[in-house]
């Protein structure tokens, strides 16, 4: 597997790995102790600390969970949490904006965000991460390119902004959301289709064997020579794993101590060579076994940034009526040097 020069560097056992500082990146917060509630305000559904449930709130969060997997909308589910007399934690009727808080908080499935990823919590959940998932991906999600597309009729550097339209009628409300032009009412397409094909770009971009080429920092001073010594340090570790794969009196510990010698010696040169911001963002998917995998466990801020490095995406009008969707409406170009 493809250790990151970023990932090996932090977490290199090696004095002479170099330790750049990586600018952006956030400390840890002090309330972020590992599997530690987040403090704050109190959630709905938990004591005040977070490490316990208030066992009446919680089976309202459990029933919101899952009555919007039924398709309730989510003024609905303030209508009739108010009608019963349930109030929110600050003691306020609840609203679509209130309900829609509790149905994205990744708290409820005991996970936590820590530098845009999702780590698992020691308080109780109140529903599974699957359900959290399929919810949070629900009416009340932002959606992946808003505020990063551009809109293809300005074609000015506009973006898109999200919105929907409520569906036909017996639909009990529920909705099709929309990416929308921020200025005017010229554009309007589904998200869905459109999020699927900019997903599936990125992900066959960082699964390209040449992908961690990605992280590199074409401007930083001798990346030729440090590149050459990468290619020259990886083919060592190749053919000694070969070597060691092919001969059945090896010696497992003398195997084991050169080639860890060789990758730290090849993550000091990746660390020269890195671009800082470029790889804090990518790095956990060019070196994932599966990117797919590690894209779709990464937060959507994380998404969107991902998608933000990349490449520029332009929404062009789609045909109208209900033709189907054409890919070729999305324009993904990518910016310099990410191609
Ligand atoms: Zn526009």
């Not at 009608?83 to 936590?112: C, F, M």
């Not at 020579?225 to 053919?239: F, G, N, Q, T």
């Not at 797919?292 to 332009?314: F, G, I, N, S």
Request: glycine share 10%; proline share 8%.
């Amino acid at each position: 597997m493809q250790v990151s020069p970023v990932a090996r560097v932090g977490a290199s056992r090696s004095p002479t790995a170099a330790r750049p500082p990586s600018p952006g990146a956030p400390g840890p917060a002090r309330s972020s102790a590992p599997g530690l509630p987040p403090t704050g305000p109190r959630c709905f559904g938990y004591t005040a600390d977070g490490a316990e449930l208030v066992e009446g709130e919680a089976a309202e969060v459990k029933d919101c969970f899952h009555a919007l997997l039924a398709g309730a909308t989510l003024s609905g589910m303030a209508a009739d949490l108010n009608g019963r007399g349930i109030l929110d934690r600050n003691g306020k009727p609840w609203s679509h904006n209130t309900i829609r808080g509790v149905l994205l908080n990744e708290r409820y499935a005991g996970l936590r965000q820590y530098r845009g990823e999702l780590h698992p919590g020691k308080w109780p959940v109140i529903v599974d991460e699957a359900t959290w998932r399929a919810t949070s991906r629900g009416p009340g999600r932002r959606w992946l390119l808003s505020g990063i597309a551009r809109c293809g009729v300005c074609d000015d550097g506009t973006t898109v902004t999200s919105g929907s339209r409520g569906g036909p009628k017996g639909t009990r409300g529920l909705t099709t959301p929309l990416y929308r032009c921020r200025k005017t009412k010229h554009l309007a397409r589904g998200t869905e289709p459109i999020d699927f094909t900019v997903e599936e770009y990125v992900i066959r971009r960082l699964s390209r064997p040449d992908a961690v080429d990605l992280l590199v920092d074409e401007t930083a001073p001798r990346t030729e020579e440090l590149r050459a010594k990468a290619v020259a340090l990886r083919s060592r570790i190749r053919s000694l794993t070969d070597e060691f794969a092919d001969d059945d009196d090896a010696d497992a510990a003398e195997f084991k101590a050169a080639t860890r010698r060789i990758k730290a010696r090849l993550a000091n040169v990746e660390a020269q060579m890195a671009h800082l911001q470029r790889a804090r963002i990518l790095v956990d998917i060019v070196t994932a076994e599966d990117p797919a995998k590690a894209w779709k466990d990464l937060t959507l801020d994380r998404q969107c940034a991902v998608v933000e490095t990349l490449a520029t995406v332009t929404l062009l009008p789609g045909r109208p009526g209900r033709a189907p969707f054409d890919p070729r409406s999305v324009r993904i170009e990518p910016l310099q040097g990410m191609g």
